[in-house]
C-alpha cells in the first residue's frame, strides 16, 4: 500500500518558521499533484496549497506571500516552507497526494502534523 508521512510541525512564536516534510513510501508508479491541507477546531479542512509535477504551484490568499510549496520527484516529497507564522495559521496540517500505483489512481492523505502559532 501506500503511506504519507508528515514531519516537522510544532510550536512557533508569532512571526516565526517552519518547514513541513511529507514523504510518500510504497506501491507508488507515479505521483501526479500533491499538497498540503489544514484544518482548525471547529473549521472545515482547507487546501493550504498545492504543486503538480511539473512544479506548478497554487496557494490560498490567506498564506500568499508567506507559504512556498516545492517538491522533490526523486525522493516522492513535498515540503512547505511556512515563514511569517500568525495565530490563525494554528492547525493541524495534513499532506495529500494523487498517487497512481498497481489499485489505481487515487488521492491518500497523511496523518497530520500539529502546527501551534503561540507566544
Known amino acids: 500500500q501506500v503511506q504519507l508521512v508528515e514531519s516537522g510541525g510544532g510550536l512557533v512564536q508569532p512571526g516565526g518558521s517552519l518547514r513541513l516534510s511529507c514523504a510518500a513510501s510504497?506501491?507508488?508508479?507515479?505521483?501526479?499533484?500533491m499538497g498540503w491541507y489544514r484544518q482548525a477546531p471547529g473549521k472545515q479542512r482547507e487546501l493550504v496549497a498545492d504543486?503538480?509535477?511539473?512544479?506548478?504551484?497554487n496557494y490560498a490568499d490567506s498564506v500568499k506571500g508567506r507559504f512556498t510549496i516545492s517538491r522533490d520527484n526523486a525522493k516522492n516529497t513535498v515540503y512547505l516552507q511556512m515563514n511569517s507564522l500568525k495565530p490563525e495559521d494554528t492547525a493541524v496540517y495534513y499532506c495529500n497526494a494523487d498517487i497512481f500505483n498497481l489499485f489505481g489512481k487515487r488521492d491518500y492523505w497523511g496523518q497530520g502534523t500539529q502546527v501551534t502559532v503561540s507566544s
Open positions: 510504497g506501491s507508488i508508479f507515479s505521483i501526479n499533484a
Open positions: 504543486i503538480t509535477r511539473g512544479g506548478g504551484t
